[in-house]
């Protein structure tokens, strides 16, 4: 009986080793093809590897640490021919001290004060209101919302999908962005929805600016994106959440990754994580010690009137702050959406939406009584 038992022991490990090694090649296949299509980005690999296969296990099912996993590298628009700001900083693997603040092999970004002196934020103003000015400049900048980009949400959509990671050189406004953007960006695990970062803010700021953005992109549609805001100084950034937190001392805070669906009413297949900070007028700097992502299981019972759970599509379940949509009756056919959200068959169509159902299909479309949003205040100073 012993023996049948430790047969069993061993061919369950010999499994469970093969599988990790074959995750670790499929992603270190998919990070040698990224790192070949963004030759033109500044690349960051952490130096801080682990062979030990227990490392891989916690890598592949339990907490990651991004700044250690070894699959991951950090890119970056700091050192690009067509950035030249003096003073902008993006590094890994940092140790130092700022402010009094000390790190150790954690991360350190700052973008240099080399916009233009005034009192108007000509740089933030210039790219947010002139007559075709959009966010999409992925591959030098962090994505924002344009007046010209609220105008036709679909549009916008189209401008920021598809984009398969190289550098648009002949992209002038990349010049400018450059001046008050410095970012970082790494594509997260699948099947992770909690981040867990430490951080400080080394310099603060005063006006137009944020000391940091923490903004999760859907891979497939960077013009999908969730953002938190840390001490952002006037109304601009699109943020979707944000606090204020005191300067010179680390500041611990949970991301719970699964905002981004209860906004956008869909997950999705794969996120990007981008740290960053804007400014306009100043130099804030912001340095983290500790990032990492894991999974956390959240209440996902849906309980019918048999008391049975029910799945919701390919789903086990929703969670608590989700309800399940169908087409009629179907198994197959259904999706977790935000119960803020109506259903449109299938589909989790917004409230002010109308929501349409033909023989042919549904569709959920904006009303087209929608009235343009008028021009932000930002686009009327002088």
Same mark, same amino acid.
């Given at each position: 009986?012993?023996?049948?038992?430790?047969?069993?022991?061993?061919?369950?490990?010999?499994?469970?080793?093969?599988?990790?090694?074959?995750?670790?090649?499929?992603?270190?296949?998919?990070?040698?093809?990224?790192?070949?299509?963004?030759?033109?980005?500044?690349?960051?690999?952490?130096?801080?590897?682990?062979?030990?296969?227990?490392?891989?296990?916690?890598?592949?099912?339990?907490?990651?640490?991004?700044?250690?996993?070894?699959?991951?590298?950090?890119?970056?628009?700091?050192?690009?021919?067509?950035?030249?700001?003096?003073?902008?900083?993006?590094?890994?693997?940092?140790?130092?001290?700022?402010?009094?603040?000390?790190?150790?092999?954690?991360?350190?970004?700052?973008?240099?004060?080399?916009?233009?002196?005034?009192?108007?934020?000509?740089?933030?103003?210039?790219?947010?209101?002139? #007559?075709?000015?959009?966010? =999409?400049?992925? &591959? %030098?900048? !962090?994505? /924002?919302?344009?007046?010209? +980009?609220?105008?036709? $949400?679909?549009?916008?959509?189209?401008?920021?999908?598809?984009?398969?990671?190289?550098?648009?050189?002949?992209?002038?406004?990349?010049?400018?962005?450059?001046?008050?953007?410095?970012?970082?960006?790494?594509?997260?695990?699948?099947?992770?929805?909690?981040?867990?970062?430490?951080? #400080?803010?080394?310099?603060? =700021?005063?006006? &137009? %600016?944020? !000391?940091? /953005?923490?903004?999760?992109? +859907?891979?497939?549609? $960077?013009?999908?994106?969730?953002?938190?805001?840390?001490?952002?100084?006037?109304?601009?950034?699109?943020?979707?959440?944000?606090?204020?937190?005191?300067?010179?001392?680390?500041?611990?805070?949970?991301?719970?990754?699964?905002?981004?669906?209860?906004?956008?009413?869909?997950?999705?297949?794969?996120?990007?994580?981008?740290?960053?900070?804007?400014?306009?007028?100043?130099?804030?700097?912001?340095?983290?010690?500790?990032?990492?992502?894991?999974?956390?299981?959240?209440?996902?019972?849906?309980?019918?009137?048999?008391?049975?759970?029910?799945?919701?599509?390919?789903?086990?379940?929703?969670?608590?702050?989700?309800?399940?949509?169908?087409?009629?009756?179907?198994?197959?056919?259904?999706?977790?959406?935000?119960?803020?959200?109506?259903?449109?068959?299938?589909?989790?169509?917004?409230?002010?939406?109308?929501?349409?159902?033909?023989?042919?299909?549904?569709?959920?479309?904006?009303?087209?009584?929608?009235?343009?949003?008028?021009?932000?205040?930002?686009?009327?100073?002088?």
């Amino acid at each position: 009986m012993a023996a049948r038992h430790f047969a069993a022991s061993l061919a369950a490990c010999i499994v469970l080793a093969l599988f990790v090694n074959a995750q670790q090649a499929k992603q270190e296949g998919e990070q040698c093809l990224l790192q070949r299509s963004r030759s033109k980005i500044r690349t960051h690999v952490s130096s801080t590897h682990s062979k030990d296969h227990a490392h891989d296990f916690v890598a592949v099912f339990g907490e990651i640490d991004l700044f250690k996993h070894k699959p991951l590298a950090w890119t970056t628009n700091v050192g690009q021919d067509f950035h030249d700001c003096s003073g902008s900083h993006f590094k890994t693997n940092y140790s130092g001290t700022r402010s009094g603040m000390v790190v150790k092999d954690g991360m350190i970004l700052k973008v240099g004060h080399c916009a233009p002196n005034g009192t108007v934020p000509t740089v933030t103003q210039g790219i947010s209101c002139q #007559a075709n000015a959009t966010g =999409c400049h992925m &591959w %030098c900048a !962090p994505v /924002w919302q344009s007046y010209h +980009d609220t105008q036709d $949400w679909g549009a916008f959509d189209e401008r920021c999908r598809g984009w398969d990671g190289e550098s648009v050189s002949n992209d002038a406004g990349c010049v400018k962005m450059g001046q008050i953007f410095t970012w970082a960006r790494v594509e997260l695990p699948q099947h992770k929805n909690h981040l867990a970062l430490t951080y #400080a803010i080394t310099k603060n =700021c005063t006006r &137009w %600016c944020s !000391p940091l /953005w923490v903004t999760i992109y +859907d891979k497939n549609n $960077w013009a999908k994106a969730y953002r938190w805001c840390v001490n952002r100084k006037d109304d601009w950034g699109m943020c979707d959440d944000e606090e204020v937190v005191s300067k010179g001392t680390w500041h611990d805070k949970a991301f719970d990754l699964s905002k981004f669906m209860q906004k956008h009413g869909y997950l999705a297949e794969e996120f990007v994580l981008e740290l960053a900070v804007y400014s306009e007028f100043e130099d804030p700097e912001v340095m983290f010690n500790s990032l990492k992502l894991s999974h956390v299981n959240e209440d996902s019972s849906v309980i019918t009137e048999s008391g049975d759970e029910e799945n919701c599509g390919s789903q086990p379940a929703c969670g608590v702050e989700h309800q399940c949509c169908r087409k009629g009756n179907s198994e197959v056919e259904a999706t977790c959406c935000p119960k803020a959200w109506s259903c449109c068959e299938d589909s989790c169509c917004p409230n002010y939406y109308n929501c349409t159902i033909t023989d042919a299909g549904h569709t959920c479309k904006p009303p087209i009584e929608h009235v343009p949003l008028a021009p932000p205040a930002l686009c009327s100073l002088a």
